[in-house]
């Protein structure tokens, strides 16, 4: 049974990706699920002397961020209704817990080898993006916007090009949920428009590609 009230075994696992505050663990025994592991107190590492005090005076803040990520999935898994597959993020199934700390399901992104799906910035810094790729990419933009997603990190390694059933599409797997304690940008979809704008001109920057802001969309460089 998927999800138990028993601890999921992780000794022996290393993890394939490791963050400040969660590592992220294949879920064993299913290969198309991932587990991000709150990482523990004498295990974690921040160069920011603000974040390191706010976690030792609030430890629960460290929980914070991926509550706004379950928040923010929700409500567009919600929106989508009977159309949940077009999400532009990766599902976040749950909490567990493992040998390691609490931890949060999440879906796995597969290309089309098998393997984790490849980053955007892994695509765009091999040569300049045109054709199918960069017309999937200006999907994945226009969902973004249509579907009022607030995104506080959309950046080239959060984004990547993978398959959920058979279709490639690009997915935001992290940096998604409102950060603010006003949530300024969930009540005001022009304050978010000009986050999200802003934040892909500088994809477009960093990847060779020129950002519209008036068609919200990206054309070859």
């Given at each position: 049974m998927l999800f138990t009230a028993t601890p999921i075994d992780l000794s022996g696992h290393q993890p394939?990706?490791?963050?400040?505050?969660?590592s992220v663990y294949e879920f064993p025994g299913h290969p198309d699920l991932l587990i991000k592991v709150f990482t523990r107190a004498e295990d974690?590492?921040?160069?920011?002397?603000?974040?390191?005090?706010?976690?030792?005076?609030?430890?629960?803040a460290r929980y914070r961020s991926t509550l706004k990520e379950i928040e923010c999935e929700l409500r567009v898994s919600l929106k989508l209704g009977a159309d949940i597959e077009a999400s532009p993020l990766s599902r976040m199934l749950g909490v567990v817990q493992t040998s390691r700390g609490a931890g949060v399901v999440v879906e796995r992104i597969n290309g089309?080898?098998?393997g984790l799906a490849q980053k955007l910035s892994q695509l765009s810094g091999k040569k300049p993006m045109t054709g199918?790729?960069?017309?999937d990419l200006n999907i994945f933009v226009s969902k973004m916007f249509d579907l009022h997603i607030v995104?506080?990190?959309?950046?080239?390694?959060n984004i990547v090009y993978g398959q959920r059933g058979t279709a490639p599409a690009f997915f935001l797997i992290d940096g998604y949920g409102e950060r603010n304690l006003i949530p300024l940008r969930s009540l005001s979809r022009h304050l978010n428009d000009r986050s999200l704008s802003q934040q892909f001109g500088i994809i477009a920057?960093?990847?060779g590609l020129t950002w519209h802001p008036d068609t919200r969309r990206f054309s070859g460089g």
């Open positions: 394939i990706a490791n963050g400040t505050v969660r974690r590492v921040s160069h920011r002397a603000g974040k390191r005090l706010a976690w030792k005076l609030f430890p629960d089309p080898d098998g199918k790729l960069l017309e995104a506080r990190d959309v950046k080239r390694s920057q960093k990847s």
